[in-house]
């Protein structure tokens, strides 16, 4: 009777819509990514009314999608913003640290962690070697997505209107002579990095660093976040691209597996290509 009692008054604090839209949002998962308004009725038992405006509602803020036929739903970028404060706060940070600190040590260079935050690419990880070249980045540095190879990267999940969303202006900040000038340019650098397992180019967002950025796959084979390696541009010569590429890819690798958002065994190329299809 005590437990019943202990249940009645908890429940009083519930708010009924909230634990609705709640049970929606975990009713998406790695099996059943995409959902249709009168499954999730279905599942939940549920008015599709209902159903209806709590999806709307979400879709309002991002946390949903429609799909372009506007019938089935998606997790949106709310969701993935939500999991980018947690683990950069969290697990991303503390599993990241000993990856980076390996990687440095390996190539020989500052090695970073990096994460998008709407219009900007936050750093939220760094393992740093004395270099005589000037370097301001540090632990919380953010920096324009669009104008740098990290922002290629952790951008390119997005379909090209919602990067439109994202960048409704006519034309971009240039932060150098590299940088996009249109969302649609950005469109097209983004589309042809997703040809190859890293981003390498010299002076792209400072003409004296070189950077080689490496994604890091999340569940659904999401780009959750972004391993990088920095490196003078006077450097580039004597570089073996292939074997810091092949070094930053296992990093990136590795980390994927260790947050467990990806099973361990899971061929992380074949899961990209997987997405292109």
């Known amino acids: 009777m005590s437990e019943v ?3 009645g008054a908890a429940d009083k604090y519930i708010v009924p819509g909230l634990e609705r839209g709640l049970r929606i949002l ?17 599942r939940l038992d549920i008015p599709r009314s209902t159903v209806f405006r709590l999806l709307s509602t979400l879709e309002s803020l991002g946390f949903v999608e429609r799909d372009s036929g506007g019938r089935d739903y998606s997790l949106g970028l709310a969701v993935l913003r939500l999991g980018f404060e947690c683990l950069a706060s969290k697990e991303l940070t503390e599993l990241g640290r000993p990856i ?4 440095r040590d390996k190539v020989g260079y500052s090695c970073n962690l990096v994460v998008r935050d709407g219009r900007s690419i936050v750093y939220v990880g760094r393992s740093a070697v004395p270099s005589p070249f000037a370097n301001m980045v540090y632990v919380g540095t953010r920096l324009p997505a669009h104008s740098t190879l990290f922002g290629r990267v952790l951008l390119r999940d997005l379909s090209y209107d919602q990067l439109h969303d994202l960048y409704p202006e006519e034309r971009l900040h240039q ?3 590299k940088t996009p000038a249109t969302v ?4 097209k650098l983004i589309q042809s990095d997703k040809e190859h397992d890293y981003v390498f180019e010299p002076g792209y967002y ?5 950077t080689l950025v490496v994604p890091v796959y999340g569940r659904g ?3 959750i976040s972004a391993i990088g390696v920095t490196l003078p541009s006077a450097h580039i010569e004597k570089l073996d691209l292939k074997e810091l590429s092949a070094a930053a890819c296992g990093a990136a690798d590795e980390l994927s597996q260790l947050l467990d ?6 061929d992380i190329s074949a899961t990209q290509n997987e997405r292109k299809q």
């Open 206 to 210: 400072e003409e004296s660093i070189a």
């Open 184 to 187: 649609a340019d950005l469109y």
């Open 100 to 103: 980076l600190d390996r990687l």
């Open 5 to 7: 009692l202990k249940m």
């Open 221 to 223: 084979g999401a780009v």
């Open 261 to 266: 958002h990806i099973v361990p065994g899971t």
């Open 26 to 42: 975990g009713e998406f998962n790695r099996k059943d990514s995409v959902l249709s308004a009168p499954e999730l009725a279905r």
């Open 175 to 177: 932060a150098t002579g």
